[in-house]
């Protein structure tokens, strides 16, 4: 059974860079994209941005100016970076796994982290 | 404001059927492309309910249901349980700019 976990920081001050890592277990994280979602208080979840083994990414491209994200398949981990975060990016975050297909679904997601922006 | 439009809320009372509609557009749902479903109880992470419109992942009862016409798509739960309250989240793929998974933002069921 495919698991993922969320990690770091949960405040971050204002203009700083959100940074947070994924850990997969119970399967390789090869032959899949991944992906971070988020999902503010009250509302529906946003997708962030997915990328793959390959370290090929594709990014919300109301985000992409201010999202990184990279992967080390040696720990089965995938990354995001945020900058200059506002309140406005205040959210549970989420990483999550692509199913099969060009225009997926997300079929395993991490329990979600909690990540106020705040000084 | 979301790419997905999904109403607020609906309820139903135990044993009943209830429909939740997702109106999307022809850069989305219009074009073709697949819509999936999710679940989300209270302070979990949401859980894929429906997947390619109409199919269910191993373990989801054959009480929901999913379809698609046009810009819109449906989630259809029949024999409604005490257990099924919880927000309901539609999603697809939007090509739109460079290309963007989209979702909906969300109706909250209520079980009478």
């Known amino acids: 059974q495919v698991q993922l976990q969320e990690s770091g920081p949960g405040l971050v001050k204002p203009s700083e860079t959100l940074s947070l890592t994924c850990t997969v277990s119970?399967?390789?994280?090869?032959?899949?994209?991944w992906s971070w979602i988020r999902q503010p208080a009250g509302k529906g979840p946003e997708w962030i941005g997915r990328?793959?083994?390959?370290?090929?990414?594709n990014y919300n491209p109301s985000l992409k100016s201010r999202v990184t994200m990279s992967v080390d398949t040696s720990k089965n981990q995938f990354s995001l970076k945020l900058t200059s975060v506002t309140a406005a990016d205040t959210a549970v975050y989420y990483c999550?796994?692509?199913?099969?297909?060009?225009?997926?679904?997300?079929?395993?997601w991490g329990q979600g982290t909690l990540v106020t922006v705040s000084s | 404001q979301s790419v997905l439009t999904q109403p607020p809320s609906v309820s139903g009372a135990p044993g009943q059927r209830v429909t939740i509609s997702c109106t999307g557009s022809?850069?989305?749902?219009?074009?073709?492309?697949?819509v999936h479903w999710y679940q989300q109880l209270p302070r979990t992470a949401p859980k894929l309910l429906i997947y390619?419109?109409?199919n269910r992942p191993s373990g989801v009862p054959d009480r929901f249901s999913g379809s698609k016409s046009g810009t819109s798509a449906s989630l259809a739960i029949t024999g409604l349980q005490a257990e099924d309250e919880a927000d309901y989240y539609c999603?697809?793929?939007?090509?739109?700019?460079?290309?963007?998974?989209?979702f909906g933002g969300g109706t909250k069921l209520t079980v009478l």
């Open positions: 119970g399967g390789y994280i090869s032959d899949h994209y």
């Open positions: 390619g419109n109409n």
């Open positions: 990328m793959y083994s390959s370290g090929s990414t």
């Open positions: 999550a796994r692509g199913a099969a297909g060009a225009h997926h679904s997300f079929d395993y």
């Open positions: 999603q697809s793929y939007d090509s739109s700019l460079s290309g963007s998974w989209v």
């Open positions: 022809s850069s989305n749902i219009g074009t073709g492309y697949d």
